[in-house]
């Protein structure tokens, strides 16, 4: 997921919000439309 853009948010979260973080993360995972989803994108440009 973005973790990498949130870092410093994640890591002074409690232990509770914590796990909460890790749960999200765990459904995220299993739902199909999300499969692939990145923070990396892919931008293709076509010269005239």
């Given at each position: 997921?973005?973790?990498?853009?949130?870092?410093?948010?994640?890591?002074?979260?409690?232990?509770?919000?914590?796990?909460?973080?890790?749960?999200?993360?765990?459904?995220?995972?299993?739902?199909?439309?999300?499969?692939?989803?990145?923070?990396?994108?892919?931008d293709?440009?076509?010269?005239?």
């Open positions: 997921m973005y973790t990498k853009y949130i870092q410093d948010v994640i890591e002074n979260l409690s232990d509770e919000m914590f796990e909460k973080y890790l749960e999200f993360n765990s459904l995220i995972c299993e739902r199909k439309d999300m499969v692939g989803m990145s923070h990396h994108t892919l293709i440009f076509r010269k005239k």
